[in-house]
C-alpha cells in the first residue's frame, strides 16, 4: 500500500449528501477481477451521457458537461469534497479503488459510511471528516477560486489552504500509523499469531461445534 | 455494573486482544465468498505467499453473476453470455479449487444467493461471528450472530488470520412494540423503521432488534429485517436467540449434531441482552401504527405508507434533504402530490437476499393466486434464493401458481436485484421490488425502483400499479 505523508491538490466539491457506493462505481464494472482500471469508470453514470460498459474505451464516450468531475477547472483534481453519509451502500471496495485510480487519495466529508470509511484506509485514501461549517467553507472556498487547491498534512493534522485558516482533524491513532507508513494489515496482524491460536484454543473447548 | 447487551457478549466472545488506542482483534467463525469481492483477495494471498488460516470455516457460492433462465443454467458456466461475468465465475471455481474451499457452484442444488444459503445450510449460527464481502451480510444477525459486510481487502485478511481488526460500536436499541395490523411483514417494519431512523442514523451502531414484533416474528422475518440495517447505516443488525432460532437452526446439514447439539443450545440460552443493559441509543415504535410501505425515492429512507402522497420538497425544512428529494423526483418521474397508489409500473420483481425464502414466496403466491399479471406490465419475475427454496416452493405448487398468473419463474440468484446478470429495468421503468436498495440505477441505467414487501409486489404486478395489499381482491 502506498504511505500518506502530506497531499497538495485541487479539490472538487461534489455537493451532494448520500453518495452512495453504486454511484461511484456502478456494479457492471465490479464485474472485474483486478484492482486497478477502475479509474474512467468512476462516477460513471454522472459523467458520462451513455450507459458504460466494461471493456469499452471510455475516452470516446459522451460526457456530461454539467457533472462537476468534468468541469475543465478541476481537472487533476486530488481532494474530494462531499457532503454528509459519502459512501454509503454496497460495501464493494471497488469504490475506493476507483477514486484512487482516478487520482484522488483524500475526500472530505461531515460524515462517511461505515464500511466505505474502514476501505479507504486499506487502499491508503485519507477520509476526513469535518464539521458542517467547516465543510461549507471549503464548500465556498472551492467556488471562489479557480484552481483553488488545499494541503493535507497527515502527520500534523491539518488542512491548509482555505481562506477561513487551517483546519485541523483527528484519525484514530492506529489507523493513521498504518496509513503513514503504508503499513499492510495482514503483516501487522500475522505478528498476533500466538495470540490468535491461544484463542483457538480456548475457544475450542467452549465451543467444540465450531471447529469441525 | 449494567449488563451486558447481546452484541456486548458476542464482542467479548470474539475478543482476541485490544490494542492500546482500542483497535481490536475480532475472530471470526464462518466466512462467506461468492464470485464479486474475492479475486482480488485470492489473488492477494498468492502473490504474498500466504495460505488460508483455516479452510473449514470457508463457504463459497456464486450469486451475483448467475443467469437465472433455465436454459442458460442447463449450460452451467458456458450458458453465462457475458463473457466477463463468466470469468468471474470461473474465477471463484477456480480459487476454491485451488486452496481446498468448500463451494456450492452454480450446478448444485444448494447454490444460491449467499446470504439465503448461509442459514439454510445452518452454516450460520446463533453466537457466531460471519462475515462476507457484501454488506447484505448482516441478514445473519437474526441467527444472534454478530454478522457484517466488509471490503475486499478484509476478505483477504479474513483468509489469511481468521480475524479482523476492529473497533466496537455503539449499541442501539430498535424496539417495536405491540402486534402488527393484518397484512403487514416483516419487510413493512423494516422499511418503516429506516424511514424513522433514516440511512445514516445507524452509523457507528450495532442495532439489536428487540420487542414483542420480533419475538413474534418467524427467522426468514428476522432474517429480512437484519438483512436491511445496513440501509439504516449499521454494519451490524440483530435479534436475541429463543426457541424459534433453536428449533429454525436444528437438523441443517452445517448445524451441530448430537452431544454437540446439547452443547451448543445450552450455550446459546445466554444470547440476548441483559434486562438491565444499557444502550447507547433507543428507538421505539409502534407495531399497530405501520402500514404497507412503499418507497418513493432513490433512498431507503424515502418512503411512506402505500396511501400516502408523494412529498413535496417545498415543504421540507432541511435544505440539503429538501435538494436530495427535488432530485429524487426528478430522477423517479414523480411530482409531489401524486398519489403513491397512482404510479404505473412496468416491472415486478420478487426475490434478493431480502425475500426470496420460502415464506416470501407462499405470501407471493397467496396474493396472485387465481388472478393475472396486468397486461400493462412488460414483465414479472420471481427468483427463489437458492436452488432448495426453488425446489421446495416448487414442492408446494407455488410455481404453478406464479406461472398461471403470468408470472416467470426463475433459477436462483440476485438477479435484478442490481442487475450485474442480464435481467435489468430498462431506462425510465419503474418497479415493484423486494429487494433493498432503490438508489440510482440499482437494478438498470435509469431504473426506477420502488421497495416493497413481496405480497404487495405480488398485488401490484395483479393491478400494474400500487394498491393497498391489505383492501386488495
Ligand atoms: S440479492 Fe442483491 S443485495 Fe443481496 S447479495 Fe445479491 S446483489 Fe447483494
Known sequence: MQAFTQLTGITVPLDRANVDTDMIIPKQFLKSIKRSGFGPNLFDQLRYLDEGQPDQDSSKRP??????????????????LSRGNFGCGS???????????????????????????????????????????????????????????????????????????????????????????????????LEHTASIKSYEQKRQKQAPWLFN | MAGKTLYD?????????????????????????????????????????????????????????????LDERAMGVNGIEDTVSKIQVITLDDNCDEFGITEFKMQDERQGIVHVVGPEQGATLPGMTVVCGDSHTATHGAMGALA???????????????CLIQKKSQNMLVRVDGDLGEGITSKDVVLAIIGVVGTAGGTGYAIEFGGKVFEDMSMEGRMTVCNMAIEAGARVGMVAVDQTTIDYVEGRPFSPKGASWDLAVAAWQDL??????????????????????????????????????????????????????VRALEYMGLTAGQAITD???DRVFIGSCTNSRIEDLRAAAAVVDGHQVAKTLKQALVVP???????????????????????????????????????????????????????????????????VSPAMAAAAAIAGHFVDVRTFN
Open chain 2, 9 to 69: 457478549k458476542l464482542w467479548d466472545a470474539h475478543l482476541v486482544n485490544q490494542q492500546d488506542d482500542g483497535s481490536c482483534l475480532i475472530y471470526i467463525d464462518r466466512h462467506l465468498l461468492h464470485e464479486v469481492t474475492s479475486p482480488q483477495a485470492f489473488e492477494g494471498l498468492r502473490i504474498a505467499g500466504r495460505k488460508p488460516w483455516r479452510i473449514d470455516t470457508n463457504l463459497a457460492t456464486p450469486d451475483h453473476n448467475v443467469p437465472t433462465t
Open chain 1, 63 to 80: 460526457i456530461n458537461p454539467d457533472f462537476v468531475l468534468n468541469f475543465p477547472r478541476y481537472k487533476g483534481a486530488k481532494i474530494l
Open chain 2, 148 to 162: 457484517h459486510g466488509i471490503g475486499t481487502s478484509e476478505v483477504e485478511h479474513v483468509l489469511a488470520t481468521q
Open chain 2, 272 to 325: 440476548h441482552s441483559d434486562a438491565d443493559a444499557e444502550f447507547d441509543h433507543v428507538v421505539v415504535l409502534d407495531g399497530a401504527s405501520i402500514a404497507p410501505q412503499v418507497t418513493w425515492g432513490t433512498s431507503p429512507e424515502m418512503v411512506l405508507p402505500v396511501f400516502d402522497m408523494v412529498p413535496d420538497p417545498a415543504q421540507e425544512k432541511d435544505n440539503s434533504k429538501a435538494s436530495s428529494m
Open chain 2, 343 to 345: 404510479i404505473q409500473l
Open chain 2, 385 to 451: 434464493g437458492s436452488g432448495l427454496v426453488k425446489a421446495q416452493a416448487e414442492a408446494e405448487g407455488l410455481h404453478t401458481i406464479f406461472i398461471n398468473a403470468g408470472l416467470e419463474w426463475r433459477e436462483p440468484g440476485c438477479s435484478m436485484c442490481l442487475a450485474m446478470n442480464a435481467d435489468k429495468l430498462g431506462s425510465s421503468e419503474h418497479c415493484a421490488s423486494t429487494s433493498n436498495r432503490n438508489f440510482e440505477g440499482r437494478q438498470g441505467f435509469g431504473g426506477r425502483t420502488h421497495l
Open chain 1, 91 to 189: 460495501s464493494r471496495e471497488h469504490a475506493p479503488w476507483a477514486l484512487l485510480d482516478f487520482g484522488i487519495s483524500c475526500v472530505i466529508a461531515p460524515s462517511f459510511a461505515d464500511i466505505f470509511y474502514n476501505n479507504c484506509f486499506k487502499n491508503g485514501i485519507l477520509p476526513i471528516t469535518l464539521l458542517d461549517e467547516q465543510v461549507d467553507q471549503l464548500f465556498a472556498d472551492t467556488q471562489a477560486k479557480e484552481g483553488f487547491e488545499l494541503t493535507i498534512d497527515l502527520d500534523a493534522g491539518v488542512i491548509c489552504g482555505s481562506s477561513a485558516g487551517d483546519i485541523a482533524f483527528s484519525i484514530d491513532s492506529f489507523r493513521r500509523h498504518c496509513l503513514l507508513h503504508g503499513l499492510d494489515d495482514i503483516g501487522l496482524t
